[in-house]
């Protein structure tokens, strides 16, 4: 099985596209997504029609939740409760539904789903370190975790034989790696639509169940669309700018 992963896809239709196009050329044949498919961007509907024609396997995330009211928008900065409240006067019932059926972690066969932390998974707490990625993996019990969150690529392994809560960990905008000897992986796939390491390509990732290979790619888009709508819907100017920087 190879295993395609999106990460915060952020209501960016240009981004998830293009992504879903290279991973197509990728040969995935599962499909995941941690959380987060609306809030910042102009096209909460269309991305929840994607990610739903492609019968993905998705967790909740923050955005997610705070649309349906189940989160304290009081958590999020100015701009993301613009778009949260933006994003709620679009969204059509069946995306409500949609959206309040997805589960806060997803234990599949072949891997753990969340979008932060799997110790406290409805608090939402960000794998940025060494240490969060160690209280998380504490949980895991499948060999590969997926994380979103931190908009922030990282593989975090521990290898077969390594002493307790020893990880090895590779941070960079692209990654290639394998999951052969590991007892426990954890990715941080990136995001699709909101990057924030400097890198504004959108970012995707791929697990292949057969030969343990992984991998962090990421591929260019059309960002200067995606600006025009952002600004366009009216929602905050910086949302816009922010995806030419990558941050
Ligand atoms: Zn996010």
């Known amino acids: 099985m190879r295993i395609g992963i999106l990460g915060d896809v952020h209501s960016n239709l240009e981004a998830l596209q293009t992504v879903v196009r290279a991973m197509r050329a990728d040969s995935v044949d599962h499909w995941v997504q941690v959380g987060d498919i609306v809030g910042y961007g102009a096209d909460p509907t269309s991305c929840i029609d994607l990610i739903r024609e492609l019968g993905c396997t998705v967790c909740m995330g923050n955005h997610d939740a705070a649309v349906l009211d189940l989160l304290d928008t009081d958590y999020f900065n100015t701009y993301a409760r613009a778009a949260i409240e933006w994003t709620r006067t679009k969204l059509r019932p069946s995306d409500l539904d949609y959206l309040r059926g997805l589960p806060t972690v997803v234990r599949h066969t072949q891997y753990t789903l969340t979008h932060g932390t799997l110790h406290m998974p409805e608090q939402f707490g960000y794998v940025l370190s060494k240490v969060d990625a160690q209280e998380s993996m504490r949980h895991q019990e499948t060999l590969m975790g997926f994380v979103g969150h931190s908009h922030v690529p990282a ?93």
Do not use: F, W
């Not at 521990?158 to 990654?175: F, G, K, M, Q, T």
């Open 155 to 247: 593989i975090y392994s521990e290898r077969e034989h390594a002493r307790p809560n020893e990880l090895e960990v590779c941070y960079d905008s692209e990654i290639e790696a394998s999951a052969v000897g590991c007892r426990r992986v954890l990715m941080n796939v990136g995001s699709v639509g909101q990057p924030r390491d400097e890198d504004p390509r959108a970012a995707y990732a791929l697990y292949d169940t057969d030969s343990g290979r992984m991998a962090v790619r990421r591929v260019a888009y059309d960002i200067a669309t995606t600006q025009k709508k952002i600004l366009a819907a009216g929602l905050p100017e910086v949302l816009a700018k922010r995806l030419s920087l990558g941050v």
